[in-house]
């Protein structure tokens, strides 16, 4: 299996959509009380920063829109410094941000 833009591009939607899933009827109380919920969906969103990390530059540059640096700088908030950690931030990530994403991906 080639693992080119078009691979990670294809893990980035699927990561997306389980959490789109996931999250579909969620509060931001129903989240805060579900600690699973919560490792499952900052796991994805750490896999949805590996993907867009193995992009192309070129691919990159062509959807200037999606904010790269965002994607990084927040799985790096969560793997090393996983105890503080913005619920609130991580809620409205997933249930707007991601959504927002999807939009962009999907067209791609």
Same mark, same amino acid.
């Given at each position: 299996?080639?693992?080119?833009?078009?691979? !990670?591009?294809?893990?980035?939607?699927?990561?997306?959509? #389980?959490?789109?899933?996931?999250?579909?009827?969620?509060?931001?109380? *129903?989240?805060?009380?579900?600690?699973?919920?919560?490792?499952?969906?900052? #796991?994805?969103?750490?896999?949805?920063?590996?993907?867009?990390?193995?992009?192309?530059?070129?691919?990159? *540059? *062509?959807?200037?829109?999606?904010?790269?640096?965002?994607?990084?700088?927040?799985?790096?908030?969560?793997?090393?410094? !996983?105890?503080?950690?913005? #619920?609130?931030?991580? !809620?409205?990530?997933?249930?707007?941000?991601? *959504?927002?994403?999807?939009?962009?991906?999907?067209?791609?």
């Amino acid at each position: 299996m080639v693992k080119d833009d078009k691979y !990670y591009r294809d893990k980035l939607i699927e990561d997306v959509i #389980f959490i789109m899933e996931h999250m579909a009827g969620q509060t931001p109380d *129903s989240f805060e009380a579900d600690p699973v919920l919560q490792d499952s969906m900052m #796991f994805r969103l750490i896999q949805i920063s590996e993907s867009a990390r193995n992009l192309s530059d070129e691919f990159k *540059s *062509s959807y200037a829109g999606i904010p790269w640096n965002a994607v990084y700088g927040l799985r790096n908030r969560i793997v090393h410094d !996983y105890g503080n950690v913005s #619920f609130t931030i991580v !809620y409205n990530t997933l249930k707007y941000d991601i *959504s927002d994403l999807y939009d962009i991906l999907k067209i791609i």
